[in-house]
């Protein structure tokens, strides 16, 4: 089978990420003497610097690692919440519907700083000076601006520097667009770095020197700069108006990141493991369920069998997903039964030879709530909505959906990252940082960055499952996965995508262990996903039956999902998923691949 690269193999460790410089500074670390951990973390500060239309210092992440030491799969909830006095109330209170999908009010509490912190503290074998040194470096340097950021910031420039100045003045250096290619500095972030470093600098143990920078962010200069900027600037958003920010300093006093340990389920040989249902991570776990009753390894996976009923199981998943999951601090969630073989069995059988129209959670009594969807106001767009790779806009201009599109109406549509890293111990991570992306929120001027704004999923009807509620965690998109075979840590993998993620991972996932591909072979293959339930993000609308393709599946594929009633929408040869993914063998040998979708994810290793 045709690859775009080869499928890295080594022993000594392999790192994978959406971007080729965060690979290598997560290498840098593993050659330096380091563990997976740190260059998990080296990796994701590097993301938050060359990748910033994507992911940025003020944004979240989730993350599944096993420990050689420790034994077993866990996870870190890097997921912020929402600030204290963000209610429904208050929302309500100034005419607004529906959470805004841009501005400071969806705005929640940055998580991933601290979840990076806490894992290189407590698994982590390097000072937090030498894993930031080459983020800091290219902040304070520069880095080569690839062309999707250069033509992000083209696209969001005039609302810029009418409405975001803060913004305008780091990314519209001069007050032009930076040319793709060149070198891209923000000294303001490498500095509000540098700052926090200092508190590493003094004495004691190297777990609270880390301690002490985390007390910096979340309880001293870098949280009270983000409440005097968002309280104190009405800014716009995309409900159109300008409002000033919920969030206070006191919200990250009262956070930080906390260790869950995470759902499994058992397929076939493999088990796979993914984060709670403040994720959307259960869904993946579900499809397989539904799955495991049919004979996938007897499907052409470019056929219209295979990618029928993996596309009428994700229906059926995602009307779970908005059906019953949320923040199980907050609901109950009856995960034990959406779980269960037999359950899996009942929503199998709903699955026939026509695609289906209908979104159909299952019927547990006492739990759930009603799904809600928005509506997608044709050309009234805003230029700056964040995370989804698949605009639900973008089936207008007939764009791809592998980074972010620019749109004729002037929406840009975010994206996130991925990390995966194996040591030559046998420690993995995988890692996906979202959030904080430059087009969400306007640059707090004092630290370089900006605010997650992930509240936007966030429903303001009190039934929904997702309902905004102080200290709640928003739920998320972000869902990093990881598998065992034969009960031994195997595949550490994930994707970009918003809605899309989970079933692109499921893709990759299936063909490796159903049809002999390897890491690079599956990752490359052409790719499909429906649009079918409610998006995540602003403005919440659904696509009834709606399936995305790569144009390279078979012309006989697409035909025959048309006549079982699919709306097939083509959006080119290398369009949908940016998987990565990094694998551990029982002979110890490590492999790894990326993404070749817009040149620029990469796994390296030796």
């Given amino acids: ?63 599944l690692f096993h420990s050689v030491r420790e034994g077993g799969v866990r996870a ?19 005419g607004l519907d529906m959470m805004p999908g841009t501005g400071f009010l969806a705005a929640v509490v940055p998580g991933s700083f601290d979840a990076w912190l806490t894992m290189l503290r407590d698994h982590g074998t390097m000072a937090l000076a030498d894993v930031m040194e080459p983020a800091i470096g290219y902040a304070r340097n520069g880095y080569p601006l690839v062309q999707r950021i250069s033509d992000a910031i083209a696209t969001v420039a005039e609302m810029f520097r009418t409405e975001w100045p803060s913004s305008a003045a780091i990314y519209l250096p001069n007050n032009q667009v930076p040319e793709a290619f060149k070198l891209f500095r923000n000294p303001t972030l490498a500095e509000t770095w540098q700052r926090l470093l200092k508190e590493e600098a003094g004495p004691g143990s190297r777990e609270k020197k880390i301690d002490r920078v985390r007390h910096a962010w979340y309880q001293g200069f870098v949280a009270e700069a983000i409440e ?24 990250l006093a009262r956070w930080q990141a906390s260790y869950e340990e ?39 996976p470019a056929g219209p069998d295979f990618a029928h009923v993996v596309i009428e199981a994700f229906k059926l998943a995602f009307a779970d997903r908005e059906a019953f999951y949320g923040d199980p601090d907050f609901i109950d969630v009856p995960i034990k039964r959406l779980l269960d073989p037999a359950y899996a069995a009942e929503r199998r ?31 009234k767009l805003d230029g700056t909505v964040g995370e989804p790779t698949v605009a639900r806009a973008q089936v207008h201009t007939g764009h791809g959906a592998g980074e972010p599109t620019i749109q004729a109406n002037g929406r840009v549509a975010g994206d996130t990252c991925h990390v995966d890293v194996i040591d030559k111990h046998g420690n993995m991570v995988s890692a996906t940082p979202s959030g904080g992306w430059f087009q969400s929120s306007p640059v707090i ?8 704004t992930r509240g936007q999923m966030f429903w303001l009807d009190p039934a929904s499952p997702q309902s905004l509620a102080p200290g709640k965690r928003p739920r998320t998109t972000l869902t990093p996965s990881f598998a065992a075979r034969d009960g031994k840590p195997w595949l550490a993998f994930g994707t970009p995508g918003g809605d899309q993620q989970e079933q692109w991972s499921a893709t990759t996932f299936l063909r490796i262990v159903h049809h002999n591909m390897n890491l690079q072979e599956s990752i490359d293959a052409p790719n499909f996903h429906t649009e079918h339930a409610p998006s995540s993000f602003w403005p919440r609308a659904a696509r009834p039956g709606v399936v995305a393709i790569e144009d390279r599946l078979p012309a006989a594929t697409v035909k025959e999902l048309e006549r079982r009633g699919h709306i097939v929408e083509k959006r080119g040869d290398w369009s949908l998923g940016r998987v990565s993914a990094a694998a551990r063998e029982e002979d110890g040998r490590l492999k790894a691949g990326a993404n070749p979708r817009g040149m620029q994810g990469y796994a390296v290793g030796r």
């Fill in 1 to 63: 089978m045709f690859t775009s690269r080869p499928e890295i193999i080594g022993t000594f460790g392999v790192v994978a990420t959406t971007h080729w410089l965060a690979s290598q500074a997560g290498m840098a670390m593993l050659e330096r003497g380091g563990n997976a951990f740190d260059a998990a973390v080296a990796a994701g500060f590097t993301l938050q610097v060359v990748e910033p239309h994507l992911n940025g210092a003020g944004g979240e992440v989730p993350i």
């Fill in 76 to 94: 870190i909830c890097g997921q912020g919440v929402a600030p204290q006095e963000a209610t429904i109330e208050a929302i309500r209170g100034l």
């Fill in 228 to 251: 005097k900027f968002a309280q104190g600037n009405a800014m716009m958003d995309t409900s159109g108006r300008r409002h000033r920010g919920l969030i206070a300093a006191d919200d």
């Fill in 262 to 300: 995470p759902l499994s389920l058992q397929y076939g040989r493999y088990t796979m493991y993914k984060c709670g249902p403040w994720s959307q991570g259960p869904s993946l776990l579900e499809v397989l369920g539904i799955l495991s009753g049919y004979d996938l390894a007897k499907m052409d």
């Fill in 349 to 379: 059988k709903l699955i026939g030879d026509k695609a289906s129209m209908e979104l159909r959670p299952g019927v547990i009594p006492g739990f759930g709530g009603p799904i809600l969807q928005g509506a997608l106001p044709e050309g």
């Fill in 445 to 452: 001027p004092e630290l370089g960055f900006c605010l997650s």
